[in-house]
């Protein structure tokens, strides 16, 4: 698995209690695109409607040696699961306060996956908290690094 994009302001901004693995519709010069790395899912999210599950807000940059055929970067995208998946998605959405996020794109034998989860949104207490729990355990790390290096 090689990531193609990843949400990194995710698990900074949200605390992700639950993923899932999803397939994705996309048409050719959307694919050929994601193989050259241009797009991004930090703004975008999904949502179900009618039984299905759509991702809305991802960005696909237009592939540059597409012709009049071409996609559009901003369309709503069709996700790929099973009716138990989709079934526990909606349940956990409808709960106040969650949303499912896209988390990373990646290859999967040849296809496109995506990985999403179900967040909840973090206030600015817990995000200067989990600053000060990571800076912590960098100091830790770098004071275990000297001893290490003076023996």
């Not at 990843?6 to 901004?13: L, Q």
């Not at 034998?109 to 000060?132: C, T």
Request: charged residues 35%; glycine residues 8%.
């Amino acid at each position: 698995m090689s990531d193609i994009l990843t949400n990194r302001k995710a698990r900074h901004d949200f605390h992700i209690l639950e993923t899932f693995e999803a397939g994705i519709v996309l048409k050719g010069t959307e694919v050929k695109a994601l193989r050259a790395g241009k797009g991004q899912i930090r703004d975008a999210y999904a949502r179900i409607e009618n039984d299905e599950a759509f991702l809305y807000g991802a960005h696909i940059d237009e592939y540059n040696f597409g012709n009049l055929y071409n996609h559009d970067p901003r369309a709503k995208r069709k996700l790929l699961l099973n009716k138990r998946e989709i079934r526990k998605l909606f349940g956990l959405e409808s709960i106040d306060g969650h949303t499912i996020i896209p988390l990373s794109l990646y290859w999967k034998n040849g296809k496109v996956k995506i990985q999403l989860g179900v967040a909840k949104g973090k206030e600015q207490r817990d995000k200067r908290q989990d600053l000060r729990a990571k800076e912590a355990d960098r100091e830790a790390r770098r004071s275990t690094m000297h001893l290490r290096k003076g023996k």
